[in-house]
């Protein structure tokens, strides 16, 4: 039977998908502020966040800590291993990584074998890949730029190459003329968001 878990991130993308939905599938990972769309602050199951204006938040919040993973700051950076197999053998420190990346590495960590991403939407090619939820929350540095994207790309391409034995399912919502980035990784595929409620209708049908 799979483990799975479901990494939220706070892009735009998954704005119409009802997160109540996921409650009873698997382990949930959200990204910085998102428990704030719940009522109860028992969703997710897991917070992390590795910036220090997010974690002020959640501190002013009063949101509890034992739900949260901070992980240390040396994890906070992409793997010097991802510069060194692009020839880039004097990166000892790579780019600054961000609290999707690390939630998912969270879920690689604690051995989960299907991985739903939502609202991670640096694989969107144009300008929503930099929305955000919570845009109007955070401090400029702590926002995404195309750039960033478009690196993320690379760095989560090679991520999931490295672990061949979890299935990533990205979603992506029914847009019309969207475009995406591709990847060379044979175990991330991609779903929209109402294949996600059909799946899960199903099994709530059993």
Known sequence: MSKVAFVIG???SRCMFDLNLLKGHGTTY???ILYRESDNWQFPD???AIDDHPKEMIAEDNYPLDRCIYPPEEDCFEYAGYYQEMGQ?????GARSNAGMNAIIEAIKAKHDVIYLLGLDFMINGEQS???MFADTYKKENKCTYTDSKRRVRYFDWLCSKNAAIQFRMLFPREPKQYYHKLESMNVTGMFYDQLEDTIATLNAK
């Open 10 to 12: 706070n892009g735009t």
């Open 89 to 93: 053998w004097g990166v000892k420190k």
């Open 30 to 32: 959200g990204c910085n």
């Open 46 to 48: 897991w917070t992390v």
């Open 130 to 132: 930099v929305s955000n």
